[in-house]
């Protein structure tokens, strides 16, 4: 949804970052894949695969920052929190249910589902507005602020 809404506004040239094209294309191509091939993926190894599914992604965003020499905006910063956490969330839920093979429900649990679903729809909306909407990258310039003030 970010995706074509953030072509269509380059098109027009509402905005003008390829960057935040670019981020949407690629969190569209991870999640369409993901999604479709789920079948295919023993249903075991779901949350490893979807933990790698979503490393590659981050590392496909940052090749093509890197690529296109362009800073990051808001919207793509969120990007890089959102799968970063999502990729962490997935890999303890595979570390919990697989590898300590563990049936009973707990904290883990509702954080992931909760987590992964808020962060998601966070990047949808933070690609689509391009802004700081929770405050985050204006938090970390503050306290970046604050510790530069306090080794002089």
Partial sequence: MSFFLNLYFRCISVKTDNLL???????FCSY????????????????KTWSIYDFVTLCIIYIGQRLLKTKASPGVIYTYIGLS????????????????????????????????????FSMIVALIVDRDIFGIIKLFNYV?????????
Wanted: contains cysteine; charged residues 20%; aromatic residues 18%.
């Fill in 21 to 27: 094209v670019f981020c949407s294309f690629a969190i």
């Fill in 32 to 47: 369409f894949i993901s999604d479709h091939l789920y079948e295919l993926f023993d249903q075991t190894e779901v949350y």
């Fill in 85 to 120: 956490i999502n990729t962490l969330l997935f890999l303890f839920m595979h570390l919990d249910i697989v590898i300590f093979k563990n049936t009973t429900p707990w904290l883990l649990w509702d954080l992931y589902s909760l987590g992964v679903n808020v962060l998601d």
């Fill in 144 to 152: 970046k602020r604050k510790k530069a003030l306090n080794l002089k």
